[in-house]
């Protein structure tokens, strides 16, 4: 590792020590209470799938650099100085920890692994080490934040299939009434996955609860979040919060997508815009009678995967319950559930940075809590939990629908 | 020249070992301090709180949390016990050592005894022996580094050499060799800074063990600001982040 290269990742260290960061990084008692709360241990039994061991990884580089004791004593706290060979357990940290917070809840001090887990991959992408697609992914969301009029053109082809698809479901109303864009003063700007699966399903559920909105270009995901890099996260979500307050929009609407929505809702600061997730707004539209919905149209037992970024860390729980609840009499809890949730092993990034192997191995806590539910249909709200369920269903057969939740409800949805 | 060195240790480096343990302490909670505050919320929502909701009572909450360890209880219900016995026994042998001041009398002033009878040193003893021993086991031993053992090893020493002044006490067949007014008197001279040699307050046969005692707890407060056990000033803010 070249000794510029050292100063600029060892600089980033230093830049993030923050009251909350040092004090996770000095006050950590290594009682191990934290260990059983990694899905990843849970599955493997291996030590370093651990929220403890994660951390040391990098508290051994902070006790070198900023302590006391790692400069007298170096191994009184197992100091250690930071080197190419180390960088390769600095990634362990980043990119073995889906950042699901789960380990907090069990943790006497609350000390946030995600924090530590965010240093770490601000050091990996400045020593150029990062997973490389989520950078691909990063810089594409940023240009196309940068090349709006292309963008915009691109996004209009891409989603005319899907205007087309729903005009045929609302006779009488034009593809650009189903799926508008640009609405000034809209009452809602929403935030696709710009994908198929999650405009569709919205489009169809707000056209039916006549709902005065607007489709934004972008897409919810923060790829720069999953590097942990805060200029490109900061770029990323801009363009989004431009957009709604070049529109004049007074409620933005994130799509089921966790990161998105935590770090929209409570990681930005105040801005003049409410943010919600889909299913807080589809279910006070169910509590309103905006949409009807019929419960013969989905079959068989449901259950629910709480996304870590939109439960433990952002707290909505219970509205996405109640919209599963309008479609099905048969909904049954996994357990844990709600805070205590495990998680499905492809958060923080890990469906795009991690091997599929690894993802599979670190999840089977996950599918055996899956499958303790006798469900025929899993649910969640997130795209990455989606992605690494769908992929855990077909790897270990469990012979699953997967859906998200705002499927479900377009497709029991009772049109007039 | 034994004299000299347990006088050494017993009055000068006490000082020393208190003035240092303070000013360290002091630095470190300044260093924390003066560092910029976390940029957003780092809470965790407990079921029941929606994402819009303000959290209830954070700082009692944290309060709670610091001095309660809920998590532990959940999760490692045996540690938790263990850990509550040795933070309670740890307040009342603070107290025990304030008690041993003229100045306060929980226990009368003729006790032979300190506060416990010697009780609490023995539970710390027991709880610190688990804490030890828990280090030894997998998955604990590959997370634990040098300085987990050192400081609890260093606390055992601590509190056995303190049991044993308690036994010792008794060895003498007319009882009591020093009583808790002979060691109210050497304490007394400290915060006096009378620099008397405690040699002449306290005159059992077994004053090197006692000497030993205040040796290391002299190491023990000098190494205790460069050790996690300052988290006894952290605990609170820390759960309160989780809090919100």
């Known amino acids: 590792m070249e000794d510029s290269d050292k100063k600029e990742v060892l600089g980033l260290l230093a830049g993030s020590l923050n009251q909350a960061m040092r004090m996770y990084m000095e006050n950590c008692a290594r009682c191990g209470v934290c260990i059983e709360a990694c899905h990843a241990y849970a599955s493997t039994g291996d030590v370093r799938y651990s929220a403890v061991a994660r951390a040391q990884n990098l508290r051994r580089v902070f006790e070198k650099n900023h302590s006391y004791t790692g400069k007298i004593a170096p191994w009184l706290n197992e100091a250690v100085e930071l080197d190419a060979r180390w960088m390769d357990k600095v990634y362990e940290t980043a990119y073995t920890c889906t950042g699901c917070r789960r380990c907090m809840t069990y943790c006497p001090f609350g000390i946030d692994t995600q924090q530590i887990q965010a240093i770490a991959k601000a050091m990996l992408y400045a020593a150029d080490m990062e997973p490389k697609p989520l950078t691909m992914k990063a810089k594409e969301s940023a240009a196309k934040g940068q090349k709006l009029e292309t963008a915009r053109e691109k996004f209009q082809r891409e989603i005319a299939a899907i205007r087309q698809e729903l005009a045929e479901v609302f006779p009488g109303k034009s593809p650009e009434e189903i799926v508008p864009l640009d609405v000034k003063g809209a009452d809602v700007l929403f935030v696709s996955m710009a994908e198929r699966i999650s405009i569709l399903p919205a489009a169809k559920l707000f056209t039916a609860a006549r709902t005065n909105w607007s489709l934004s270009y972008f897409e919810a995901v923060n790829f720069g979040a999953f590097l942990g890099v805060p200029q490109l996260t900061r770029q990323i979500y801009e363009r989004i919060t431009n957009e709604v307050e070049q529109l004049g929009i007074k409620t933005l609407v994130i799509c089921e997508c966790g990161t998105a929505f935590r770090l929209m809702k409570h990681m930005i600061g105040k801005r003049s815009f409410e943010v919600v997730t889909i299913l807080q707004l589809l279910d006070r539209y169910i509590r309103e009678g905006r949409i009807k919905l019929d419960k013969s149209v989905i079959e068989g037992r449901v259950t629910y995967h709480d996304p870590c970024q939109i439960g433990r860390s952002a707290g909505v729980y219970e509205e996405p319950r109640n919209c599963i609840r309008a479609v099905t009499d048969s909904f049954v809890e996994m357990h844990p559930n709600r805070m205590e949730n495990w998680c499905c092993g492809g958060g923080g990034g890990l469906v795009i940075a991690a091997e599929p192997e690894f993802r599979m191995m670190t999840s089977r806590v996950k599918v055996d809590q899956i499958k303790a539910t006798g469900a025929d249909i899993l649910t969640t709200a997130c795209e990455m939990c989606y992605a690494q369920l769908k992929d855990l269903n077909e790897e270990y057969e469990l012979d699953l629908r997967v859906s998200l939740v705002s499927e479900l409800l377009a497709e029991a949805l009772i049109l007039d | ?244």
């Open chain 2, 1 to 244: 020249m034994a004299d000299s060195f347990w006088y050494v240790v017993m009055v000068p480096m006490v000082y020393f070992s208190v003035a240092w343990c303070i000013a360290w302490g002091t630095v470190r909670v300044v260093e924390v301090l003066k560092a910029p505050k976390a940029p957003y919320t780092l809470r965790i929502f407990p079921v029941g709180s929606g994402s819009d909701d303000p959290p209830k009572s954070p700082l009692a909450g944290a309060f709670w949390d610091a001095f309660t360890m809920p998590t532990v209880r959940k999760h490692n219900p045996r540690l938790w016990v263990f850990l509550i016995v040795f933070h309670v026994s740890l307040v009342l042998l603070f107290l025990a050592h304030l008690d041993i001041l003229p100045q306060i009398n929980i226990m009368p002033v003729d006790s032979p005894h300190m506060l416990g009878y010697g009780a609490i040193g023995l539970v710390l003893a027991v709880c610190l022996l688990y804490l030890l021993f828990r280090r030894f086991r997998t998955p604990v031993r590959e997370v634990s580094v040098p300085g987990d053992y050192l400081v609890l090893v260093l606390l055992l020493a601590a509190v056995i050499t303190g049991d044993t002044i308690s036994w010792g006490n008794s060895w003498s067949e007319s009882g009591f060799v020093m009583t808790k007014a002979d060691f109210g008197s050497y304490l007394d001279s400290l915060l006096k800074f009378t620099w008397a040699d405690p040699r002449q307050f306290l005159s059992g046969s077994h004053y090197a063990v006692i000497g030993t005692h205040v040796l290391l707890a002299n190491l023990f407060l000098i190494f205790l600001p460069f050790s996690k056990i300052m988290h006894f000033a952290f605990a609170v803010p820390l759960n309160k982040l989780r809090r919100g």
